[in-house]
């Protein structure tokens, strides 16, 4: 059974403070998404990785996928209130994806 | 563009009551479609998935059913209701052929009182 580890499970942080969180799995993904969620509504795709060692970055928001392609970081710079939310990573191995338990960022101002 | 409609979107059902949460695509063919429920804000457990009419996988055995009578359309079922169905539950789907991005409807909150 493919299982992603998220850390921290919570993160509460000042606005302008630096972050990063971490996804980790035994198992190796062919690629792997970051999702964020708000209350009350469906998670929403943020980027896919898909080459060990890639790295993608989203204006604040900076993705890496590990060499190994079984773990990855989102890094956030100068974080703001509007970044609070449930971030989610996901790995594709097969017809289902599979999701890790969640990171919850709140961005205080 | 490819759309995502899930109805209701909260529902508020006594126990022993039967369950039907509709889910459907449009603009793409053939997708894979998913139901996950959600529990406190957390992660996602899968519930159901499909890759095609018919053909429904099963993560977890339940009080709850999945069909997909039409290729854009996946149904979430229950008979009976139980208090511990409550919860936030999201329909999703991706690309045919394999596994991809998901993309997620707005997702129903039910409470079974």
């Known amino acids: 059974t493919q299982l992603l580890e998220q850390s921290p499970q919570f993160l509460s942080i000042q606005e302008g403070e630096n972050l990063t969180v971490y996804c980790n799995s035994s198992?190796?993904?062919?690629?792997l998404q970051w999702y964020r969620q708000e209350p009350g509504e469906g998670p929403v795709l943020l980027v896919t990785v898909v080459t060990g060692g890639e790295v993608k970055k989203l204006k604040r928001l900076t993705f890496q996928f590990g060499d190994a392609r079984k773990d990855s970081s989102l890094h956030i710079t100068a974080a703001q209130p509007g970044d609070t939310g449930l971030y989610l990573c996901a790995g594709g191995g097969s017809e289902k994806l599979v999701f890790g338990k969640g990171t919850k960022l709140t961005v205080n101002p | 563009s490819q759309t995502i409609h899930q109805w209701p979107a909260t529902l508020v059902q006594p126990v022993g009551s039967p369950l039907s949460l509709e889910c459907t695509v449009e603009g793409t063919s053939n997708p894979n479609l998913y139901w996950y429920r959600q529990a406190a804000g957390r992660g996602l457990q899968l519930l159901f998935y499909s890759v095609g009419i018919g053909q429904i996988s099963s993560e977890v055995p339940q009080n709850l059913s999945a069909s997909r009578p039409q290729d854009r359309q996946f149904i979430l079922s229950s008979k009976k209701l139980l208090l511990s169905d409550s919860g936030f539950y999201l329909c999703?789907?991706?690309?045919?052929?394999?596994?991809?991005?998901?993309?997620f409807g707005q997702g129903t909150r039910l409470t079974v009182v």
């Open positions: 198992s190796v993904f062919s690629s």
């Open positions: 999703a789907w991706s690309p045919p052929g394999g596994y991809s991005e998901a993309f």
